[in-house]
């Protein structure tokens, strides 16, 4: 099972990003995809995630509004729309998966992580 994270980069506050989670090496259907984040010195830090089935989303208060979750079940593939973003969303990004979509906000309930991608937000 791999996922493979990318699309970071450095943006202006303000600006976007759409970064991507390529999914291989089985099915994921029963699964939610997670979305976590990690600043320097920092815990790391529930983003969003989706369930695989149905698509429901989920989004820690602190992004709600300005970021969007969604999959590409053709391309086993999941996403995250970042809009007007801030220089406190500065963080290594990790897309992460897990059966189920009960403490989707817990990063020891998820069985399969990404390498990180890394996103900063400067002027």
């Known amino acids: 099972v791999q996922l493979q994270a990318f699309g970071g980069g450095l943006v202006q506050p303000g600006g976007s990003l759409r970064l991507s989670c390529a999914v291989s090496?089985?099915?994921?259907?029963?699964?939610?995809m997670g979305w976590f984040r990690q600043a320097p010195g920092k815990e790391r830090e529930f983003v969003a995630a989706?369930?695989?089935?149905?698509?429901?989303?989920y989004y820690a208060d602190s992004v709600k509004g300005r970021f969007t979750v969604s999959r590409d079940n053709a391309k086993n593939t999941v996403y995250l729309q970042m809009n007007s973003l801030k220089p406190e969303d500065t963080a290594v990004y990790y897309c992460?998966?897990?059966?189920?979509?009960?403490?989707?906000?817990?990063?020891?309930?998820?069985?399969?992580w990404g390498q990180g991608t890394q996103v900063t937000v400067s002027s």
């Open positions: 989706i369930s695989w089935s149905d698509g429901s989303a």
């Open positions: 090496g089985r099915t994921f259907s029963s699964y939610a």
């Open positions: 992460t998966a897990k059966w189920g979509r009960n403490y989707l906000s817990d990063p020891m309930r998820y069985t399969y």
